[in-house]
């Protein structure tokens, strides 16, 4: 089966006057009508550029802010097997190849420190292994951080804490399928934990940044992992037996708190939900709800509250959670969404939810927002697997695939657009 793709193009774009000029061309920006998920149209508000239309490129892709809150946005070039890097600044889109030894740059994510240093987690499917860039005076330091042969890492998510040090939790599955032996790269340039510096001035938290990874692995066996950066080296621990579609956010006090989905995945998955206490580790299940789990989203508010959004395959839905106490309130955001992959989410400063979802029967990009106890939605623009990131005045920084000839991810061409709306 064809791979799903998320291209991203690198266009140098300026939006003026309602058009957006283009390498000394001017093109037509990229916006549907006005209007609501009723009927069809893009919500109000939204403005959308294509960031990359260069090939099969944009897959993976996961969005990142910095302190100005200019968007950047890591992706997978899958024509030719590289990480890619672009960022947009003074209304331009530019980019980069970060990493091109090998197959490499799936599932990765993104978060930007307040020094303007950027940090990439993603996948070297040769080895198998969790790989991490690092940006800083302009020049890229790339290293390895777990290599295991054994096993196989098929999805990442990084965070900050208050010190500006990385912390990735990601899915580390063992199986024959990878057990090849493949180790024979030779890329040099893993280079352990020589790639990082002592950053103590720093002092970001990032946790405003969901990933955009696209975690489709569904095995059950192996690990959930935890990789925390210590100034000097990594710290690798395990947090959780089996899981899938891991996704991390820290609190004020820098503990972390991931989602993952764990069971069989066609017949039983469902949402679980891991923190770290006093340095151990504890699990539990959101929703016991039968196929409660299909890709999931978390956010810490600034009261230290946990929110979750996941895929209710049993009901077709998605849902919400928030922990209360020691239980979990869940309600549903929308039915009738299809089962496809595509699901993030952000807290705003005013502790309100904002979901991202991919409905499937419709064929849009859709936002919802919780508005006292009930949710609106609106389009975003034609379906695409989204990443998104909310800034300081609270600015909705959407990244996501299009295909430009059939509006489905699976045919044609797919580029990667940017969207973005105020409140």
Same mark, same amino acid.
């Given at each position: 089966?064809?791979?799903?793709?998320?291209? &991203?193009?690198?266009?140098?774009?300026?939006?003026?006057?309602?058009?957006?000029?283009? !390498?000394?061309?001017?093109?037509?920006?990229?916006?549907?009508?006005?209007?609501?998920?009723?009927?069809?149209?893009?919500?109000?508000?939204?403005?959308?550029?294509?960031?990359?239309?260069?090939?099969?490129?944009?897959?993976?892709?996961?969005?990142?802010?910095?302190?100005?809150?200019?968007?950047?946005?890591?992706?997978?070039?899958?024509?030719?097997?590289?990480?890619?890097?672009?960022?947009?600044?003074?209304?331009?889109?530019?980019?980069?190849?970060?990493?091109?030894?090998?197959?490499?740059?799936?599932?990765?994510?993104?978060?930007?420190?307040?020094?303007?240093? &950027?940090?990439?987690?993603?996948?070297?499917?040769?080895?198998?292994?969790?790989?991490?860039?690092?940006?800083?005076?302009?020049?890229?330091? /790339?290293?390895?951080?777990?290599?295991?042969?054994?096993?196989?890492?098929? %999805?990442?998510?990084?965070?900050?804490?208050?010190?500006?040090?990385?912390?990735? %939790?990601?899915?580390?599955?063992?199986?024959?399928?990878?057990?090849?032996?493949?180790?024979?790269?030779?890329?040099?340039?893993?280079?352990?934990?020589?790639?990082?510096?002592?950053?103590?001035?720093?002092?970001?938290?990032?946790?405003?940044?969901?990933?955009?990874?696209?975690?489709?692995?569904?095995?059950?066996? !192996?690990?959930?992992?935890?990789?925390?950066?210590?100034?000097?080296?990594?710290?690798?621990?395990?947090?959780?037996?089996?899981?899938?579609?891991?996704?991390?956010?820290?609190?004020?006090?820098?503990?972390?708190?991931?989602?993952?989905?764990?069971?069989?995945?066609?017949?039983?998955?469902?949402?679980?939900?891991?923190?770290?206490?006093?340095?151990?580790?504890?699990?539990?299940?959101?929703?016991?709800?039968?196929?409660?789990?299909?890709?999931?989203?978390?956010?810490?508010?600034?009261? !230290?509250?946990?929110? /979750?959004?996941?895929?209710?395959?049993?009901?077709?839905?998605?849902?919400?959670?928030?922990?209360?106490?020691?239980?979990?309130?869940?309600?549903?955001?929308?039915?009738?969404?299809?089962?496809?992959?595509?699901?993030?989410?952000?807290?705003?400063?005013?502790?309100?939810?904002?979901?991202?979802?991919?409905?499937?029967?419709?064929?849009?990009?859709?936002?919802?927002?919780?508005?006292?106890?009930?949710?609106?939605?609106?389009?975003?623009?034609?379906?695409? /697997?989204?990443?998104?990131?909310?800034?300081?005045?609270?600015?909705?920084?959407? %990244?996501?695939?299009?295909?430009?000839?059939?509006?489905?991810?699976?045919?044609?061409?797919?580029?990667?657009?940017?969207?973005?709306?105020?409140?």
């Amino acid at each position: 089966m064809k791979k799903q793709k998320n291209l &991203v193009l690198v266009m140098t774009g300026l939006v003026l006057a309602g058009v957006v000029l283009v !390498g000394g061309c001017v093109m037509k920006p990229d916006k549907d009508d006005e209007g609501s998920v009723e009927d069809g149209q893009q919500g109000a508000g939204w403005q959308t550029e294509t960031v990359d239309d260069s090939g099969w490129v944009g897959i993976d892709p996961s969005i990142a802010v910095d302190s100005s809150s200019n968007p950047s946005i890591s992706y997978y070039d899958e024509d030719n097997h590289d990480l890619k890097y672009a960022w947009r600044q003074d209304g331009s889109w530019q980019s980069e190849v970060v990493d091109s030894t090998g197959d490499v740059g799936e599932e990765s994510s993104l978060v930007i420190d307040g020094q303007g240093t &950027v940090h990439v987690s993603y996948v070297n499917h040769d080895k198998g292994a969790l790989k991490y860039a690092r940006k800083s005076g302009g020049s890229w330091d /790339i290293s390895t951080i777990d290599d295991d042969n054994s096993h196989h890492v098929v %999805a990442t998510s990084i965070v900050l804490d208050g010190q500006g040090y990385p912390h990735v %939790a990601y899915n580390w599955e063992g199986g024959a399928e990878y057990n090849n032996g493949n180790n024979d790269e030779g890329d040099g340039k893993d280079v352990g934990n020589e790639g990082m510096d002592d950053d103590k001035d720093v002092d970001d938290k990032n946790n405003g940044v969901v990933d955009g990874n696209n975690n489709k692995n569904d095995n059950d066996s !192996g690990f959930i992992k935890f990789a925390s950066w210590n100034g000097s080296s990594w710290d690798i621990e395990e947090a959780a037996p089996g899981g899938s579609d891991v996704y991390l956010a820290l609190d004020n006090k820098d503990q972390p708190h991931v989602c993952f989905i764990k069971g069989d995945p066609n017949t039983d998955p469902r949402i679980h939900y891991a923190s770290q206490i006093a340095g151990s580790w504890q699990t539990e299940i959101v929703d016991s709800a039968t196929k409660s789990g299909g890709d999931c989203g978390i956010d810490v508010d600034s009261s !230290g509250g946990i929110h /979750i959004t996941y895929h209710d395959y049993g009901q077709g839905a998605i849902k919400y959670a928030k922990q209360e106490g020691d239980t979990w309130e869940t309600q549903t955001v929308v039915t009738g969404t299809g089962k496809q992959e595509g699901l993030r989410m952000v807290v705003d400063s005013a502790s309100q939810p904002h979901v991202i979802f991919v409905n499937d029967q419709t064929e849009k990009l859709i936002h919802a927002i919780l508005t006292g106890d009930s949710w609106t939605q609106e389009i975003i623009n034609k379906m695409g /697997i989204p990443s998104v990131a909310i800034d300081g005045n609270d600015r909705l920084h959407v %990244a996501h695939g299009y295909s430009v000839e059939t509006d489905k991810l699976e045919d044609e061409t797919e580029i990667m657009r940017y969207s973005t709306r105020e409140y």
